[in-house]
């Protein structure tokens, strides 16, 4: 299986500062075929379901605000916040859907 | 609006078979992968499988021996079944859609989850 992790665990950001989270896949996700990262970046708040954010490394799931953004190629990726709002107050995960199984990174808790 | 609603029974015995049920509306069920994911605190989230409306399944290989995931068209559902579970298998389980494309599997649909606890 492709092991995802990122780093770090926990972050505290303040409101309107960037937070910035890192997920590293042990294999490449990059398929040279079609030049995509398999690669997508969920949401999950308390209670409720993970929320798909970003998907093909950086492209914005429709109606997710644009200040989050997601870079990185091959084995490195980041999810960025740019300007961290309350209710961005969540824990955030990557998964790879290059391989089989589908795997999820542990998970980045971001704090105010 | 897609909508993903799911039940079953949430306290089983250790050597049980777990069984949860997800109904779809607001979408055509046909084109679409259709996927049962857990999340426990010890494992995080992990894949358990998908089905297509034509009945044809993936399983995650950890668990593919003790997992069936059935469809039923008529009623645009599908369902899951976990065999001989043990304390491991605790967890919420969530059944979510996937992608109209063959292994590309990412969820954008979630259902609301079921609380799933494994204990004598």
């Known amino acids: 299986d492709i092991v995802m992790t990122q780093s770090p665990d926990s972050l505290a950001v303040s409101l309107g500062e960037r937070a910035t989270i890192n997920c590293r896949s042990s294999?490449?996700?990059?398929?040279?075929?079609?030049?995509?990262?398999?690669l997508a970046w969920y949401q999950q708040k308390p209670g409720q379901p993970p929320k798909l954010l970003i998907y093909?490394?950086?492209t914005r799931e429709s109606g997710v605000p644009d200040r989050f953004s997601g870079s990185g190629s091959g084995t490195d990726f980041t999810l960025s916040i740019s300007s961290l709002q309350a209710e961005d107050v969540a824990v955030y995960y990557c998964q790879q859907y290059y391989g089989t199984p589908p795997t999820f990174g542990q998970g980045t808790k971001v704090e105010i | 609006q897609v909508h993903l609603q799911q039940w079953g029974a949430g306290l089983l015995k250790p050597s049980e078979t777990l069984s949860l049920t997800c109904a779809v509306s607001?979408?055509?069920?046909?084109?679409?992968?259709w996927n049962w994911i857990r999340q426990s605190p010890g494992k995080g989230l992990e894949w358990i499988g998908e089905i297509k409306h034509s009945g044809s399944t993936n399983y995650n290989p950890s668990l593919k021996s003790r997992v069936t995931i059935s469809v039923d068209t008529s009623k645009n559902q599908f369902s899951l079944q976990v065999t001989s579970v043990t304390a491991a298998d605790t967890a919420v389980y969530y059944c979510a859609r996937g992608t109209s494309a063959i292994a590309v599997r990412r969820f954008d649909y979630w259902g609301q989850g079921t609380l799933v606890t494994i204990s004598s």
């Open positions: 294999q490449n996700v990059l398929y040279s075929s079609n030049n995509q990262n398999y």
């Open positions: 607001g979408v055509s069920f046909s084109d679409y992968y």
């Open positions: 093909w490394a950086s």
